[in-house]
């Protein structure tokens, strides 16, 4: 499996992707919008887009699709029940289903709501597990529930089927948030020794070069997988005064998500 991680430098800072099979040059794009640097970079490699997954709805996701599809002919892929809110859609697809690239690729799809209630993440069928996260994980954080989500199905998102990934699983999420992410995770647990010396590297990094992080790493840095730290709960005590002496985990991530929104 080849990957291609394509910065797209806009204010939203999107991460678009390539992954293609070495075998047959055939090539699958995740959330598109840049699409003029997809096709370039497509073309610079010799692959042919043949299909696009949209992980969720978004217009910031989904928003180069038809320049793609006009210059390929791609087939488009999102979450079965988002077809109404995708146009164009080709193939909806549920838990378990799996996406062929060429002769060698083969992804599975996650449903994982919580950021939209219509979410896919990708998992690859590798020796080198990699998951491709869409708005649900980022480097360093946890997707926000504003348009459309929900904290509580975020909460069993993470808890039920991304911590239970392999500890070596590369995560490649849809935007760059990285340096903010391990601000607030220092702010909710300050003697975190693993984000405190990862944050000078990736401050002020060129985000087309940064490393890609593994899922045993988030489990240090993420805040929102560190759920029974004593210093991630005391210092949410400080934020919220009425919570439990021991919060379950679920109140203590919806919680930091509230916490999250607002800083």
Not at 163 to 169: F, I, K, V, Y
Not at 235 to 260: G, N, Y
Request: with cysteine; hydrophobic share 35%.
């Amino acid at each position: 499996m080849l990957v291609e991680r394509i910065w797209t430098g806009n204010a939203y800072r999107n991460f678009n992707y390539l992954i293609a099979c070495p075998q047959t040059g055939e090539a699958l794009a995740i959330d598109p919008l840049d699409h003029a640097k997809c096709l370039a970079a497509a073309k610079d490699k010799g692959w042919d887009i043949t299909q696009i997954l949209n992980t969720h709805e978004h217009h910031d996701h989904t928003g180069g699709n038809a320049a793609v599809v006009a210059a390929t002919g791609a087939k488009v892929i999102a979450h079965h029940l988002a077809g109404a809110r995708i146009e164009g859609v080709d193939r909806g697809v549920r838990a378990g289903d799996v996406i062929r690239v060429g002769k060698t690729v083969e992804l599975e799809c996650m449903d994982t709501p919580g950021h939209t209630m219509c979410h896919i993440c990708l998992r690859s069928h590798t020796d080198q597990p990699a998951l491709f996260s869409g708005d649900t994980l980022f480097n360093a954080g946890a997707g926000n529930c504003h348009n459309g989500g929900n904290a509580e199905d975020l909460y069993t998102t993470f808890v039920d089927q991304l911590a239970r990934l392999p500890e070596g699983t590369r995560v490649y999420p849809g935007h760059d948030y990285i340096e903010n992410n391990l601000r607030f995770t220092l702010d909710r647990e300050s003697d975190n020794a693993a984000a405190q010396a990862l944050l000078p590297e990736v401050t002020g990094q060129d985000p087309a070069t940064s490393r890609v992080t593994t899922l045993g790493e988030e489990k240090q840095i993420n805040t929102f997988l560190r759920l029974t730290s004593p210093s991630v709960i005391a210092a949410l005590r400080d934020s919220f005064p009425d919570l439990p002496e021991q919060p379950d985990p679920k109140t203590v991530f919806v919680k930091l998500r509230e916490l999250r929104n607002k800083w």
